[in-house]
């Protein structure tokens, strides 16, 4: 393909803030159609990128020979549904995370994509940022030789704070019109009580991105189970015990008032280790902070005369060192879409987080 014809679904913060600008300035890439229910925020959308087609909704974009792909960004359920129905159409689809509310909606969405042949990626933007995939190549290279011996833990800290970093370009438009009712219980998965329903998925689409990353890095795909979960009432604040491809894993949760973001992950050796911390998220041009510890024997006599260690702490500077995961991810689709090369976090890959976060509430409500 010369150019990728992409139809978006959605005009909402997300929209505006992030994928529409950052798709809109892809050389090649094309915003021919666009489908908001709310019909007065989709035409001022429309005006400001130019967009030649405005739908009522996402129907519109399945008959439109002219959309090659369709990005969606909406309601965590609702967005779920409309990406079964583009791929089931032939559409590509590139959308928000998470893929699904349930491991049975899932599936459902890959059956479609398996159906079709139309190919399915999850925006988990922490894949595409350059301080993480210097995390994940150093703890590759370290696992391959054994120079710093094994992976003996793993930790993912999580308690939030300020993700926007006051971002105002492109300035917001809002809308008079109520957007209307999205679905959401009818696709949780059956055993959860409804009571918790707020709680799962409020769990669900902070930290899947959490669990994502930890995979990502120990290159675990779908080994992942969950041993202990230590949860509040809330349903959020906690830990929880996982194993990663066989690494003892934490995944710390909560919330904090913070000016910034509260969020590390650290994959621990015997002889070393290596940190990184995420960047507020709509923050542009921000890379995650990496840190690397090394204790290697450094030939020479210890102070009692027996074999030396040398100690290193660095920061590592990752490249592209001004650059937006958001922006990379929404390339990295599109370049993808004309090569035929794998998604980096291709739907299938996703369906081990729903069913990991299935795993940890059917285990705290001891269900």
């Known amino acids: 393909m010369e150019k990728i014809r992409l139809g978006y679904v959605g005009c909402g913060m997300m929209a505006q803030r992030v994928h529409l600008p950052n798709f809109a300035s892809l050389p090649d890439c094309e915003l021919v159609a666009l489908a908001e229910v709310r019909r007065d925020l989709g035409a001022k959308i429309q005006r400001r990128y130019n967009i030649p087609r405005l739908y009522s909704d996402h129907r519109g974009l399945l008959e439109d020979p002219e959309v090659d792909a369709i990005a969606v960004s909406a309601p965590f359920a609702l967005q779920g549904e409309i990406a079964r129905e583009c791929l089931a159409a032939g559409k590509h689809v590139f959308m928000e995370k998470p893929m699904a509310v349930s491991v049975a909606q899932a599936e459902a969405i890959l059956a479609a994509s398996r159906a079709s042949g139309a190919r399915l990626m999850i925006a988990y933007m922490k894949r595409y940022d350059a301080g993480n995939e210097l995390v994940h190549d150093t703890v590759a290279r370290w696992r391959a030789s054994g120079e710093l011996g094994r992976v003996v833990y793993a930790r993912a800290h999580g308690f939030c704070g300020d993700w926007t970093a006051g971002i105002d370009l492109p300035p917001l438009e809002t809308s008079d019109e109520p957007a209307p009712a999205a679905p959401t219980e009818e696709?949780?998965?059956?055993?959860?009580?409804?009571?918790?329903?707020?709680?799962?998925?409020?769990?669900?689409?902070?930290?899947?991105?959490?669990?994502?990353?930890?995979?990502?890095?120990?290159?675990?795909?779908?080994?992942?189970?969950?041993?202990?979960?230590?949860?509040?009432?809330?349903?959020?604040?906690?830990?929880?015990?996982?194993?990663?491809?066989?690494?003892?894993?934490?995944?710390?949760?909560?919330?904090?008032?913070?000016?910034?973001?509260?969020?590390?992950?650290?994959?621990?050796?015997?002889?070393?280790?290596?940190?990184?911390?995420?960047?507020?998220?709509?923050?542009?041009?921000?890379v995650a902070e990496v840190e690397i510890y090394r204790s290697d024997e450094s030939g020479a006599p210890g102070a009692l005369g027996g074999q030396g260690v040398q100690h290193t702490l660095t920061r590592a500077i990752p490249e592209p060192r001004w650059s937006w995961a958001y922006k990379r991810?929404?390339?990295?689709?599109?370049?993808?879409?004309?090569?035929?090369?794998?998604?980096?976090?291709?739907?299938?890959?996703?369906?081990?987080?729903?069913?990991?976060?299935?795993?940890?509430?059917?285990?705290w409500l001891q269900m």
Do not use: M
């Open 187 to 286: 696709h949780l998965p059956s055993w959860l009580p409804r009571q918790w329903s707020r709680a799962y998925v409020s769990y669900l689409q902070q930290y899947t991105h959490n669990v994502n990353l930890l995979r990502f890095i120990l290159d675990a795909g779908e080994r992942i189970r969950v041993k202990h979960v230590d949860l509040d009432a809330d349903g959020y604040t906690g830990v929880v015990i996982l194993d990663v491809d066989g690494v003892r894993t934490t995944l710390e949760t909560g919330s904090l008032r913070y000016f910034r973001w509260d969020e590390h992950t650290q994959i621990y050796f015997e002889r070393g280790w290596v940190h990184t911390w995420a960047p507020p998220l709509l923050l542009r041009n921000a």
């Open 329 to 363: 991810e929404a390339a990295h689709f599109v370049e993808c879409l004309r090569s035929g090369a794998p998604f980096r976090s291709p739907g299938e890959d996703a369906l081990a987080d729903v069913r990991t976060f299935e795993d940890i509430f059917r285990t």
